[in-house]
């Protein structure tokens, strides 16, 4: 994510990195680095170009991750009622016990094969 030394040659597998340090702490951004993080903090109003030091990254960072995780919950929550939909629900409230509980009734549900099926109308019972 990030390279210490600017004047390195990226191996042809290795990703462009997203920022230099310096030994004094200044951040600078590169084309990637700006491509990749722009839109995400000014969603949350942060300017990226203010963004100067580690320790402003790792603020922004936070700040983000935590408004991202706030609207992937809002999504979750309004979507249809699924197995799946609660457990991304909990993983978003950081809710480990009703995690680890639906992660158990998933394993279970995958493992047996059964699938879920509702809203029958009319359907002759035995």
């Known amino acids: 994510m990030r390279s210490d030394d600017p004047n390195s ?3 042809e597998d290795e ?13 600078t951004w590169t084309e990637e680095g700006l491509r ?7 969603r949350f109003g942060l300017r990226i170009e203010a963004v ?21 919950l809002a999504i979750a929550e309004n979507g249809p009622r699924s197995l799946e939909r609660n457990l991304l629900v909990a993983i978003a ?10 992660l158990a009734l998933l394993k279970a ?9 509702a809203g029958l109308k ?3 019972s035995c």
């Open 9 to 11: 040659v990226l191996d």
């Open 15 to 27: 990703l462009e990195p997203l920022y230099h340090l310096d030994e004094s702490g200044q951040l």
């Open 36 to 42: 990749t993080y722009r839109k995400r903090f000014a």
């Open 52 to 72: 100067v030091t580690h320790d402003q990254l790792r603020t922004a960072l936070q700040i983000s991750a935590a408004g991202l995780t706030d609207q992937l």
């Open 93 to 102: 409230r950081n809710d480990d016990l009703e995690y680890q509980r639906l």
């Open 109 to 117: 549900r995958n493992r047996l094969g059964l699938q879920v099926v």
């Open 122 to 124: 009319g359907a002759n």
